[in-house]
Protein backbone atom coordinates (compact mmCIF):
# COMPACT_ATOMS: atom_id res chain seq x y z
CA UNK A 1 0.00 0.00 0.00
CA UNK A 2 2.66 2.49 1.17
CA UNK A 3 6.31 2.69 1.63
CA UNK A 4 7.46 5.21 3.68
CA UNK A 5 7.57 8.96 2.93
CA UNK A 6 8.67 7.72 -1.24
CA UNK A 7 5.35 5.81 -1.86
CA UNK A 8 1.86 6.74 -3.16
CA UNK A 9 -1.81 6.12 -2.32
CA UNK A 10 -4.02 5.57 -4.63
CA UNK A 11 -7.34 7.09 -2.71
CA UNK A 12 -8.12 8.90 0.41
CA UNK A 13 -9.45 5.98 2.21
CA UNK A 14 -6.03 4.32 1.83
CA UNK A 15 -4.73 7.68 3.36
CA UNK A 16 -6.64 7.55 6.31
CA UNK A 17 -6.80 3.76 6.71
CA UNK A 18 -2.91 4.21 7.05
CA UNK A 19 -3.13 7.08 9.07
CA UNK A 20 -5.62 4.76 11.67
CA UNK A 21 -3.87 1.69 11.51
CA UNK A 22 0.10 4.02 12.90
CA UNK A 23 -1.90 5.80 15.43
CA UNK A 24 -1.62 9.28 13.68
CA UNK A 25 -5.15 10.01 12.47
CA UNK A 26 -5.15 12.81 15.76
CA UNK A 27 -1.59 13.42 15.34
CA UNK A 28 -1.29 17.55 15.31
CA UNK A 29 -0.06 18.83 11.58
CA UNK A 30 3.29 20.63 12.16
CA UNK A 31 1.17 24.06 10.87
CA UNK A 32 -2.95 23.85 9.88
CA UNK A 33 -3.36 23.95 6.19
CA UNK A 34 -6.39 25.71 4.89
CA UNK A 35 -8.53 23.88 3.05
CA UNK A 36 -11.86 24.30 0.90
CA UNK A 37 -14.11 21.28 1.09
CA UNK A 38 -14.70 19.48 -2.56
CA UNK A 39 -17.81 18.59 -1.39
CA UNK A 40 -19.87 21.67 0.38
CA UNK A 41 -17.24 23.97 -0.69
CA UNK A 42 -16.85 25.79 2.77
CA UNK A 43 -13.11 26.87 4.07
CA UNK A 44 -12.04 24.49 6.83
CA UNK A 45 -8.23 24.53 8.26
CA UNK A 46 -6.88 21.15 9.08
CA UNK A 47 -5.50 20.69 12.05
CA UNK A 48 -4.92 17.25 12.60
CA UNK A 49 -3.54 14.52 9.89
CA UNK A 50 -7.09 13.34 9.60
CA UNK A 51 -9.67 15.94 9.28
CA UNK A 52 -13.37 16.42 8.78
CA UNK A 53 -15.46 19.31 7.10
CA UNK A 54 -18.49 20.27 8.69
CA UNK A 55 -20.09 18.84 6.33
CA UNK A 56 -18.40 15.13 6.73
CA UNK A 57 -16.00 14.50 4.10
CA UNK A 58 -13.20 13.23 5.62
CA UNK A 59 -9.57 14.41 4.68
CA UNK A 60 -6.06 12.60 5.48
CA UNK A 61 -2.36 13.69 4.71
CA UNK A 62 0.04 11.54 5.72
CA UNK A 63 3.30 13.16 8.08
CA UNK A 64 5.54 13.05 5.27
CA UNK A 65 3.63 15.14 3.38
CA UNK A 66 1.67 17.54 5.64
CA UNK A 67 3.66 20.45 4.43
CA UNK A 68 1.22 21.19 1.34
CA UNK A 69 -2.62 21.41 0.85
CA UNK A 70 -1.60 19.41 -2.92
CA UNK A 71 -1.63 15.81 -0.66
CA UNK A 72 -4.80 16.13 0.80
CA UNK A 73 -6.74 13.70 -0.29
CA UNK A 74 -10.92 13.11 0.33
CA UNK A 75 -11.68 9.84 2.07
CA UNK A 76 -15.42 10.70 1.79
CA UNK A 77 -18.45 11.23 3.90
CA UNK A 78 -18.21 9.84 7.62
CA UNK A 79 -15.82 7.60 5.98
Do not use: W
Not at 1 to 30: A, T
Not at 33 to 62: A, I, P
Not at 66 to 75: C, I, K
Amino acid sequence: MHEGCSGSFESGKQVVDKLRVMGFSEGLMPLPLEMTCENCGKDFQMYTFESKCECGMVYGVTPCHAFSADHVQAAGIDY
